[in-house]
């Protein structure tokens, strides 16, 4: 069975960090493309970061400079480092190859 | 606003046929391939269409997909409760070289 795991979500003040991982099983991770995705219910779904097999990456403007995506194939692991977080990047993240998606987890940018 | 455009909402009784669009332009609806997402309350995404018009494993027939020009549009027929659910389309962009989404479509089955 396919699983992607997310967690590190939190409350985190303007300006802060905080990184996210994505544990996947069930298939072959060094062989997807893997993505991160956000939804709030001001923006609705939008692309954070994306990660090719080769570690090739891609990140809208709206990110560019402020999250990093990485992965870890022999864990089977996707990363998002959040630097410079801002309120409007409070948000439900995904883990997702679009074929399969993790659950989510919240994170909230707040004082 | 997205980059790509749906209506908000859609609606239909249960049986009936519904179709939902996706307008975007030619560097991405027009070029690439588009994927559409069902999103059950309370759920993450799930891919019921990619490269245009292919059916993931488990996603029954009842859902379709036809792109034409800069726009795309997903069916479902035989309309049923369970599938009253928000839809998103997604492609990738070429000139923002990235991946773009609608704003969405809440579908209401009466």
């Known amino acids: 069975e396919v699983q992607l795991v997310e967690s590190g979500g939190g409350l985190v003040q303007p300006g802060g960090s905080l990184r996210l991982s994505c544990a996947a099983s069930?298939?072959?991770?060094?062989?997807?493309?893997m993505h991160w995705v956000r939804q709030s219910t001001l923006r609705g779904l939008e692309w954070v970061s994306a990660?090719?097999?080769?570690?090739?990456?891609y990140y809208p403007s709206s990110v560019k400079g402020r999250f990093t995506v990485s992965r870890e194939n022999a864990r089977s692991s996707l990363y998002l480092q959040m630097n410079s977080l801002r309120a409007e990047d409070t948000a439900v993240y995904y883990c997702?190859?679009?074929?399969?998606w993790g659950q989510g987890t919240l994170v909230t940018v707040s004082s | 606003q997205s980059v790509l455009t749906q209506p908000p909402s859609a609606s239909g009784a249960p049986g009936q046929r519904v179709t939902i669009s996706c307008s975007g332009s030619?560097?991405?609806?027009?070029?690439?391939?588009v994927n559409w997402f069902q999103q059950l309350p309370g759920t993450a995404p799930k891919l019921v269409i990619y490269n245009n018009n292919q059916r993931p494993s488990g996603v029954p027939d009842r859902f379709s997909s036809s792109k034409s020009g800069t726009s795309a549009s997903l069916a479902i027929s035989g309309l049923q409760s369970e599938d009253e659910a928000d839809y998103y389309c997604a492609a990738w962009d070429d000139s923002l070289k990235g991946w773009v989404f609608g704003g969405g479509t809440k579908l209401t089955v009466l």
């Open positions: 030619s560097s991405n609806v027009g070029s690439k391939t």
């Open positions: 069930g298939f072959t991770f060094s062989s997807h493309d």
């Open positions: 990660i090719g097999t080769g570690g090739d990456t």
């Open positions: 997702t190859n679009y074929f399969w």
